[in-house]
């Protein structure tokens, strides 16, 4: 029998007991999330105030405050009999009062808000340029980040999310955070484990779930303009195409990574493949970056292997549930 179990700790206190858990991650945002709802005569604290008026003497009085406050870290790990998967680390941005309290948490991305960068550098790689950034954060750059070189850097006294904006919009990377982590790269990092599913067996609803509509096949088109004012262009690997898509990206990255941004970009763009939403119950285990390979059962032509772009979720008195979005996977 399976019988729903979390592990969720705020600050120092450990195994609390939420009424329910809502949370999300994508590989398209620097910043996960979650809800966690709370009754709200728990886990309230008393404050000890000194009041004075002019005809007694100073006394003690009692005042009910909410344990929790914005910025206290928090960890979730949900699951079945104690074994408990972890599915959200981050900070409080909000409480907010209420019957039941909503204690609303973003990832490792909310260290970066208060984070002021200025730095000018003539070389950096992006590895280098992550290091800097996160001094004191606590959040760990992953070892699988490219050393992907960047010319002529500047940063005037901008926030942190700022720097990683301008990563993804300007040069045109993958950006995201597993967890503490954060990954910056010109394809989508791998993540080891794989998760096996099949419908009809491990699945609770597959109805959003379709093939994409493609109408033509677009190639790609990387453009970058150097101190001279001389434009490059970098083609994706597409062969056949009855049109062209540009893109600027920043001058000065090697044209080999170029090429590794046109393809990914590329097989975005043209992809015929099946996608969109499966919901599971809370196993088998699904993190966004994760391959999954599908068995269609009944629906055959839906088999394959997909791409996890995010992944969000519900746990509480209905259940537990998470719902995983498909899509293409890149070859890498």
Not at 93 to 99: D, E, H, L, Q
Not at 190 to 218: L, M, P
Not at 229 to 258: M, R, Y
Request: positive net charge; glycine residues 8%; hydrophobic residues 35%.
């Amino acid at each position: 029998m399976l019988i729903l179990t979390s592990d969720i700790s705020i600050k120092d206190t450990k195994n609390i007991k939420a009424s329910k858990v809502t949370w999300k991650s994508e590989v398209g945002s620097f910043i996960d999330s979650c809800t966690i709802e709370l009754p709200r005569i728990s886990y309230l604290k008393t404050d000890k105030l000194e009041t004075q008026d002019l005809n007694r003497e100073r006394e003690s009085s009692e005042r009910k405050g909410y344990a929790f406050k914005e910025g206290d870290k928090v960890s979730v790990s949900l699951g079945y009999n104690n074994d408990n998967k972890p599915r959200f680390e981050g900070f409080i941005k909000r409480v907010k009062m209420g019957i039941p309290v909503k204690i609303e948490c973003e990832g490792y991305g909310y260290k970066l808000y208060d984070v002021i960068f200025d730095k000018s550098y003539s070389s950096v790689t992006v590895k280098k340029l992550l290091d800097d950034l996160v001094v004191g954060t606590g959040i760990l750059v992953s070892k699988k980040v490219p050393e992907i070189p960047l010319k002529n850097v500047r940063f005037k006294n901008v926030s942190g999310i700022k720097v990683l904006e301008w990563l993804k919009d300007e040069c045109k990377l993958a950006v995201y955070f597993n967890m503490n982590e954060i990954y910056v790269g010109t394809v989508f990092g791998k993540v080891q484990d794989r998760v096996k599913v099949k419908i009809g067996w491990n699945t609770v609803k597959d109805d959003e779930f379709n093939q994409k509509s493609v109408d033509k096949s677009t190639q790609i088109v990387i453009k970058e303009k150097d101190d001279k004012g001389v434009v490059n262009k970098t083609k994706s690997d597409q062969q056949k195409s009855s049109a062209q898509k540009s893109l600027k990206v920043k001058a000065g990255i090697p044209a080999e990574f170029l090429k590794q941004i046109a393809n990914r970009l590329q097989t975005k763009e043209n992809y015929k493949g099946y996608e969109g939403n499966i919901t599971l119950f809370l196993e088998p285990y699904a993190v966004k970056g994760m391959v999954l390979e599908l068995d269609g059962g009944m629906y055959p032509d839906k088999s394959g292997q997909y791409f996890i772009e995010s992944v969000s979720g519900e746990f509480g008195a209905s259940g537990g549930r998470q719902t995983v979005t498909l899509g293409f996977l890149m070859q890498t």
